[in-house]
């Protein structure tokens, strides 16, 4: 497969040979796939954080994207614009160890494959979930943050599938432990969501991503398993349970077409949780 063009954008004070070592990296990850590569990417380097996210905000502003939920990602991918878009903030990134920077590139590398249109960016509600998410009192707000975080889900999961199938296997062992790490706000956050219905629902839904992340890689890495009980270690057996069964039925049901998953994804999510 050819390797496709890469544009990249620098943006801040980024010495010319980190800029090299990370296009050197992408690059090698694009010729390590065996499918349809895109023709052209952008692969933007941001020095700061504060100039990822202000870049960020604009962009999501420009494209008319009111989700919300990668503050906490080391790169992003999208493809608003048609052509594929891999964000990286080195800030975050060269703050960890080797293989989670290496996990994190790749794992934008394959999202630009797979997630490389703008359609794969749009997801359209069914108004079967409509009607019932308003009889459950959900704003069309709380239901567009649902369907983004079963989106990325999804997304996520076919990308790792991808990277595993290749032989990407350490770096995203790395990655996932990495998403899998706890935070010092979760337990606050959740004594503040748990008694409210679209708060519990939006927080639930936020923990699809890196659980569904972890389920490609566990006969490598059996030890994940307890890093996601442990990430989640402070919700009621019951909570977590409803979870661990959710997602195993979201890997269960994948059907290969991204569209058909996530509106199926979204209607689980809105039954189980």
């Not at 630009?112 to 009889?135: E, K, M």
């Not at 889900?153 to 432990?177: R, S, T």
């Not at 307890?226 to 059907?255: C, K, N, Y």
């Amino acid at each position: 497969m050819a390797v496709p063009i890469i544009e990249i954008e620098v943006h801040g004070n980024i010495a010319a040979d980190t800029v090299e070592t990370i296009r050197r990296e992408v690059e090698g990850c694009y010729k390590a796939l065996s499918l349809p590569l895109p023709e052209r990417v952008i692969l933007g380097l941001f020095a700061s954080f504060s100039g990822w996210r202000e870049y960020a905000v604009q962009r999501r502003a420009a494209a008319g994207v009111i989700t919300a939920g990668e503050e906490g990602f080391l790169a992003t991918h999208d493809a608003w614009e048609g052509t594929p878009r891999l964000n990286v903030c080195l800030e975050r990134l060269l703050a960890h160890p080797l293989p989670v920077q290496q996990g994190a590139l790749h794992q934008v590398v394959a999202h630009s494959v797979l997630h490389g249109r703008p359609q794969d960016y749009v997801f359209p509600i069914p108004r079967v979930f409509l009607a019932a998410s308003a009889a459950r009192g959900l704003e069309m707000e709380v239901l567009q943050q649902v369907l983004y975080f079963v989106a990325i889900a999804i997304k996520g999961h076919a990308a790792v599938l991808l990277l595993v199938e290749h032989h990407f296997i350490q770096d995203q062992i790395a990655l996932a432990l990495y998403q899998l790490a706890p935070h010092e706000d979760d337990i606050a956050v959740w004594k503040m969501a748990r008694w409210e219905p679209r708060a519990r629902l939006l927080y639930l839904s936020a923990q699809l991503r890196p659980l569904l992340y972890l389920r490609p890689l566990l006969p490598y890495a059996p030890q994940l398993a307890q890093a996601g009980r442990d990430m989640l270690s402070h919700l009621p057996p019951e909570e977590w349970q409803h979870l661990e069964d959710l997602v195993g039925i979201l890997e269960a049901h994948r059907s290969g077409n991204l569209h058909d998953d996530v509106s199926n994804g979204l209607g689980l999510v809105l039954s189980c949780l």
